[in-house]
């Protein structure tokens, strides 16, 4: 037709994965034979086609297709969560120009910091100055900024406080998001993760590469359909230990944030980990008493160096305590103390068993005094929910995290990872790893791990030469952020390559687990470099602080309690002595490991028995001939 006509194609999936072409000619009257009505036939062409837009918006309308057979995101990467591990995987993605997306549940990112803390004092440090200009040092001490380029500011230029409020923090990282315009949708629900492996080819193919899908996420906005997950959504489901009822308790995030509440009540808190040494605090300044009970005796983290374990900024109630002022600590296991709320509202102790129910029967209630609030402040733990029809499965009879590989990998699920505080399990009480500080850098080890596996891009090295050696290992020592929040767990790797009995090369990776250097490099010869503390140095009860905590002198360094530099010598086939297969240096009480006597010429000359090269570098010549040096002696 000449005058007043338009041809449309539509294209329509449906449940079968069949292309469906739908063909609506408009003319003066409808293929189907149905007259247009009569004022339509006097319209302009313009007019009249924008008259078949509407009628073709509407035929679009009326195609029923089933929804949860529509998948309308298709990703390589798929990020559930948009907290700070979600953000900063995003940040290394951009970098790379990966296709990803990060399933937001809130309209916000880092949504947990809306509620919690309570009462929005964090207590990760914000240290302003540190006396050094090192970018990578400053992060030693800054345990808030995500790890990027110079184009995000650090934390530290967002607020003067050394504790932070949390809204503070909100802003920062709605700010990190914006600037690096990290692929975010938000307010999507992840309601299901179903594993597709071996149930498909290709969803999609570009260049001739395919695209395979290997997860199909149910949202409440559609189908998200990817070749990798990684779960970032932090654990923020409040955690009740087995066999305990918890119906009457008020949880720790509904706690009130105000002392009133509390006024001439007697309060049990359950727990004594930071959040609950929070609102007892609150509490103890209008309650008669506030006690906190939980199995174990209370750990500070001045005594244990796990920052996870209560801060002395927390520390109140231990006062408290001690100096007679009616709030007290209980060691109580209590899947063994089933407490009830009777007809008058308040909280007592009744018998589980018939031996229980005895020794109640003479001792009357249990509690010498009922409770009038028991607060739930046990920790939080992983949303399992999600991977409820996949084969992932729990970190250990607690329930808390979920059970992951030395990759971050999701045990039993293929392609599926962990990011942020849920891959925790894997330096539990040893490492910084749940913690903001701590898991920019392991977030960072997975966005390498996943760039070998899924990009082919292999893990990121320098070649050396044995003279340039020495001054890469000081300079890490001293200022590598990643080795010094991580301890225990990240280090740098140095692999040597030999050739008629010579080094001919030395790739040097930073930042690789321990775990995953010796699988990697079991038949190599490499060295790795770690930060560590003494393994006898740390524990409940340690005292931390006493007379000849420290040591000095070279000799001694194997000794060394605080956080000192170790290196671990692997090289198959050849047997070294103790001394030469792990090496320490001595402990610093600034942590600077720059003295020629007791770090540099001891470094230089640990490292020439290894690479008798070394001896010909003119680097190296002030360390190994310094005359001062106890083995001169």
Not at 154 to 167: G, I
Not at 448 to 468: A, D, F, G, K, R
Request: hydrophobic share 35%; glycine share 6%; net charge neutral.
């Amino acid at each position: 037709p000449r005058r007043h006509s338009v041809s449309v194609l539509v294209s329509v999936t449906v449940p079968d994965c069949t292309v469906v072409p739908i063909r609506t000619v408009f003319v003066r009257s409808l293929s189907t034979g149905v007259a247009l009505p009569r004022r339509f036939r006097k319209l302009q062409p313009s007019a009249f086609f924008m008259v078949c837009v509407r009628w073709l918006l509407l035929l679009l309308s009326a195609v029923a297709v089933q929804p949860s057979s529509l998948t309308a995101h298709q990703h390589k990467y798929c990020v559930v969560g948009a907290g700070p591990a979600g953000l900063q995987l995003g940040y290394f993605f951009e970098k790379h120009q990966l296709d990803y997306a990060i399933i937001e549940r809130k309209t916000t990112p880092g949504s947990f910091f809306e509620q919690y803390p309570i009462h929005r004092k964090l207590i990760s440090i914000n240290k302003r100055y540190t006396g050094h200009d090192d970018s990578d040092y400053k992060l030693r001490h800054d345990w808030n900024s995500l790890l990027s380029d110079d184009r995000m500011p650090r934390f530290t230029n967002y607020t003067k406080d050394f504790w932070p409020h949390a809204d503070v923090y909100l802003k920062y990282l709605k700010d990190y998001a914006e600037t690096y315009d990290l692929k975010i949708d938000y307010d999507t629900d992840v309601q299901a993760v179903r594993d597709t492996h071996g149930q498909g080819t290709c969803d999609s193919q570009t260049e001739g590469e395919c695209t395979e899908t290997n997860f199909e996420l149910d949202t409440s906005k559609g189908v998200y359909s990817c070749q990798v997950l990684i779960m970032a959504t932090g654990m923020y489901q409040p955690y009740i230990p087995k066999g305990v009822d918890a119906t009457n308790f008020t949880q720790c995030g509904d706690a009130p944030i105000d002392p009133e509440p509390f006024a001439g009540k007697n309060v049990l808190v359950l727990g004594k980990g930071n959040s609950a040494m929070e609102v007892a605090t609150v509490a103890s300044e209008a309650a008669n008493h506030v006690h906190l009970m939980s199995r174990s005796r209370v750990r500070l983290s001045w005594q244990t160096h796990y920052v996870g374990d209560v801060r002395a900024v927390n520390g109140l109630l231990l006062d408290m305590y001690q100096l007679k002022s009616l709030d007290g600590f209980v060691e109580s296991d209590l899947r063994r103390v089933k407490i009830v709320r009777r007809e008058d509202g308040r909280f007592y102790q009744a018998p589980r068993d018939a031996e229980q129910a005895k020794r109640l029967e003479r001792e009357g209630h249990g509690f010498k005094h009922p409770y009038d609030e028991v607060i739930a402040c046990l920790g939080y733990k992983f949303d399992m929910a999600p991977l409820k029809d996949t084969n992932a499965t729990w970190h250990g009879e607690i329930e808390k995290f979920p059970l992951i590989t030395k990759s971050y990998g999701l045990e039993g699920v293929p392609d599926a990872f962990v990011a942020g505080t849920a891959s925790h399990s894997l330096d539990h009480r040893k490492s910084s790893g749940g913690f903001i500080h701590g898991f920019r850098y392991t977030a960072k080890t997975l966005a390498t791990t996943l760039m070998e596996l899924y990009e082919n891009i292999p893990w990121p090295s320098t070649s050396l030469t044995v003279c340039e050696l020495l001054d890469k290992v000081l300079h890490r020592a001293n200022h590598a952020s990643s080795l010094y929040q991580m301890f225990g767990v990240l280090s740098d790797v140095m692999v040597f390559e030999m050739k008629d009995g010579n080094i001919v090369n030395i790739e040097y990776y930073e930042d690789m687990a321990l775990d995953m250097a010796e699988e990697r490099f079991k038949d190599k010869f490499s060295i790795t470099m770690s930060l560590q503390y003494h393994p006898d140095f740390s524990c409940p009860g340690c005292d931390t602080v006493r007379r000849g905590r420290a040591v000095s002198g070279h000799k001694n360094a194997h000794k060394s309690n605080f956080l000192h530099p170790v290196f671990k010598l692997r090289r198959p086939g050849f047997y070294y002595a103790k001394k030469l297969r792990e090496f320490h240096l001595v402990e610093d009480f600034y942590v600077e490991f720059d003295s020629m006597m007791d770090h540099i010429a001891p470094l230089a000359r640990h490292l020439k028995k290894l690479m008798p090269q070394a001896e010909s570098c003119p680097n190296w010549q002030d360390a190994l001939n310094h005359k001062d040096h106890p083995d001169d002696e």
